[in-house]
């Protein structure tokens, strides 16, 4: 059983800076990458960071590219988002999640090929 455990959340000043961490342990699976996805009450769970775990190449959404990197340390078995100069609009829980396998181009920002998930985090960026 995969399990991811997001860590680093909390309140944050616009034009801060917060890192989280997600660790995921189990056991041995399946993992093409792993993402970072975000949701606020009452509405659609939006896609923010990917990376392709044998690579390291990454994908982001438009609307933190620039302010936010995702990263990963294998021996850990941890992915990471690091997010710089947050904005009020970043207020959100975020949620790592697996990719056990490549879908295809583009894929890694579809939720729908994420299989595993972990119950998030709050991030709350103040004004």
């Known amino acids: 059983q995969v399990q991811l455990v997001e860590s680093g959340g909390g309140l944050v000043q616009a034009g801060g800076s917060l890192r989280l961490s997600c660790a995921a342990s189990g056991g041995t699976f399946s993992r093409y990458g792993m993402g970072w996805f975000r949701q606020v009450p009452g509405k659609e769970r939006e896609f923010v960071a990917a990376i392709i775990w044998s690579s390291g190449s990454m994908q982001y959404s438009d609307s933190v590219k620039g302010r936010f990197t995702i990263s990963r340390d294998n021996a850990k078995n941890t992915v990471y988002l690091q997010m710089n100069s947050l904005k009020p609009e970043d207020t959100a829980v975020y949620y790592c999640?697996?990719?056990?396998?490549?879908?295809?181009?583009?894929?890694?920002?579809?939720?729908?090929?994420?299989?595993?998930w972990g119950q998030g985090t709050q991030v709350t960026v103040s004004s």
């Open positions: 999640a697996v990719v056990p396998f490549n879908q295809g181009m583009g894929s890694l920002s579809r939720r729908n090929v994420y299989s595993y």
